[in-house]
């Protein structure tokens, strides 16, 4: 072996340039004159490999979607300097994905390579591309419109808030969700002509609204699915249900409300429905606003979700549609949030000032949080309310999957 092999062995063991030259031999100044030719010879070989962006094939990846992370580990012949080494040489599609950290881990003949990488923000859209293009609407059975034998025209309020598509203990809520539309539809249609429906979705629709599980402002959930899962789940139960509804009534007014769990998953769930379903007999109030009123006849129907403070709803509602309050006598303020079914009727001397808060029930089991801050007995259930031009509310219907 030449004296050069045998230095360049010695500087594996990590001792002194005295230590080395007297194991070997050799006079300390000549083991380092030696040792300043090896490195020089290290730094010109090391430069023409860092042009090649040489690295060795065996390089391993793993990627959380849902996260939108991923992370890239690869063996090198040298020690990249820069990030931009880092990329060239793990072959990282900056189109798609942004270096967040990397490090280097000198081997005995080699360096490891890792480095984590986030999805960007304008990637997210062809990640939706790819589930649209594997998804397929759920069939529904069609419908013949009958007509009722009833001849009085009423106008229903179905709105079903808080269902947690993805919440823990929902596995089977599409079920409960489908039985519940159908039961409260056929009866309603059963005694009266459905002249029309205002459907209310949205609401914490989808009990999740971040790649990572959490509500809109980052509050950790137990989920029983992904977010991309509890959406496209979602989306289904949503197409079956307003192709389902629109065959019993005149009109269908689709009505979206955001809640505090998914207000941007919500939103896009319902625009994307509008763009879906192409029917001249569907309107469709998906805007994204909090509180919205719609009037038929001397009825006021207000919406929202209910998580912001409504003791003053009175007042608000008079105030932010004076219009609409002032040619109508029936005013409800249709609400959920709370999981269980509660009416508050606020009367003055004069009954046409006269104002009902209804809080409605919810569909979405127990999970624990809820048992834990003992939020449990209220029962599962849907309900449909049936409302005369004139008279107002005239009837309500309730349905429990239990």
């Given at each position: 072996?030449?004296?050069?092999?045998?230095?360049?062995?010695?500087?594996?063991?990590?001792k002194?340039?005295e230590y080395?030259?007297?194991?070997?031999?050799?006079?300390?100044?000549?083991?380092?004159?030696?040792?300043?030719?090896?490195?020089?010879?290290g730094?010109?070989?090391?430069?023409?490999?860092r042009d090649?962006?040489?690295?060795?094939?065996?390089?391993?990846?793993?990627?959380d979607?849902?996260?939108?992370?991923?992370?890239?580990?690869?063996?090198?012949?040298?020690e990249?300097?820069?990030?931009?080494?880092?990329?060239?040489?793990?072959?990282?599609?900056?189109?798609?994905?942004?270096?967040?950290?990397?490090?280097?881990?000198?081997?005995?003949?080699?360096?490891r390579?890792?480095?984590?990488?986030?999805?960007?923000?304008?990637?997210?859209?062809?990640?939706?591309?790819q589930?649209?293009?594997?998804?397929?609407?759920k069939?529904?059975?069609?419908?013949?419109?009958?007509?009722?034998?009833?001849?009085?025209?009423?106008?229903?309020i179905?709105?079903?808030q808080?269902?947690?598509?993805?919440?823990?203990?929902?596995?089977?809520?599409?079920?409960?969700?489908e039985?519940?539309?159908?039961?409260?539809?056929?009866?309603?249609?059963?005694?009266?002509?459905?002249?029309?429906?205002?459907?209310?979705?949205?609401?914490?629709?989808?009990?999740?609204?971040?790649?990572?599980?959490?509500?809109?402002?980052?509050?950790?959930?137990?989920?029983?699915?992904?977010?991309?899962?509890?959406?496209?789940?979602?989306?289904?139960?949503?197409?079956?249900?307003?192709?389902?509804i629109?065959?019993?009534?005149?009109?269908?007014?689709?009505?979206?409300?955001?809640?505090n769990?998914?207000?941007?998953?919500?939103?896009?769930?319902?625009?994307?429905?509008?763009?879906?379903?192409?029917?001249?007999n569907?309107?469709?109030?998906?805007?994204?606003?909090?509180?919205k009123?719609?009037?038929?006849?001397?009825?006021?129907?207000?919406?929202?979700?209910?998580?912001?403070n409504?003791?003053?709803?009175?007042l608000?509602?008079?105030?932010?549609?004076p219009?609409?309050w002032?040619?109508?006598?029936?005013?409800?303020?249709?609400?959920?949030?709370?999981?269980?079914?509660?009416?508050?009727e606020?009367?003055?001397?004069?009954?046409?000032?006269?104002?009902?808060?209804?809080?409605?029930?919810?569909?979405?089991?127990?999970?624990?949080?809820?048992?834990?801050?003992?939020?449990?007995?209220?029962?599962?259930?849907?309900?449909?309310?049936?409302?005369?031009?004139?008279?107002?509310?005239?009837?309500?219907?309730?349905?429990?999957?239990?």
């Amino acid at each position: 072996m030449s004296l050069k092999n045998k230095i360049k062995n010695a500087l594996k063991w990590k001792k002194t340039s005295e230590y080395c030259a007297e194991k070997l031999g050799i006079s300390e100044d000549e083991f380092n004159k030696i040792k300043k030719e090896i490195y020089a010879e290290g730094r010109e070989k090391r430069k023409e490999e860092r042009d090649m962006g040489y690295v060795t094939d065996d390089c391993t990846s793993s990627f959380d979607v849902e996260k939108g992370q991923g992370k890239i580990t690869g063996v090198s012949h040298t020690e990249p300097k820069s990030a931009e080494e880092i990329i060239q040489l793990l072959n990282i599609d900056t189109t798609k994905w942004k270096l967040s950290q990397y490090w280097n881990k000198q081997m005995s003949d080699h360096w490891r390579i890792s480095a984590l990488i986030t999805k960007l923000k304008n990637s997210d859209t062809e990640h939706i591309e790819q589930l649209l293009k594997v998804w397929k609407p759920k069939k529904f059975k069609p419908v013949k419109r009958i007509n009722s034998k009833s001849k009085k025209d009423v106008c229903a309020i179905l709105s079903l808030q808080d269902i947690h598509f993805g919440k823990e203990g929902n596995q089977t809520i599409d079920k409960d969700f489908e039985e519940t539309i159908v039961d409260l539809v056929e009866r309603a249609h059963g005694g009266h002509n459905l002249k029309k429906i205002f459907y209310v979705v949205g609401g914490d629709l989808i009990n999740m609204d971040t790649w990572a599980g959490t509500t809109t402002s980052g509050t950790p959930l137990e989920n029983c699915a992904t977010a991309t899962d509890a959406y496209m789940q979602a989306f289904d139960a949503l197409y079956w249900s307003i192709n389902y509804i629109k065959q019993y009534c005149d009109d269908l007014q689709v009505v979206y409300i955001p809640g505090n769990h998914d207000r941007l998953s919500s939103f896009h769930l319902s625009h994307a429905l509008s763009r879906s379903i192409d029917d001249p007999n569907i309107l469709w109030d998906v805007n994204y606003l909090e509180r919205k009123v719609h009037v038929w006849g001397d009825n006021f129907f207000a919406f929202e979700h209910g998580d912001v403070n409504t003791k003053n709803s009175l007042l608000l509602y008079a105030t932010e549609f004076p219009q609409q309050w002032g040619i109508t006598k029936n005013r409800t303020l249709f609400t959920g949030h709370l999981h269980h079914k509660k009416k508050i009727e606020y009367i003055t001397t004069n009954e046409r000032t006269g104002f009902m808060l209804k809080i409605l029930p919810s569909l979405s089991r127990t999970d624990y949080w809820h048992y834990h801050n003992k939020f449990i007995g209220s029962k599962r259930s849907g309900v449909i309310e049936l409302h005369d031009y004139v008279k107002g509310n005239i009837c309500e219907l309730t349905y429990s999957p239990d």
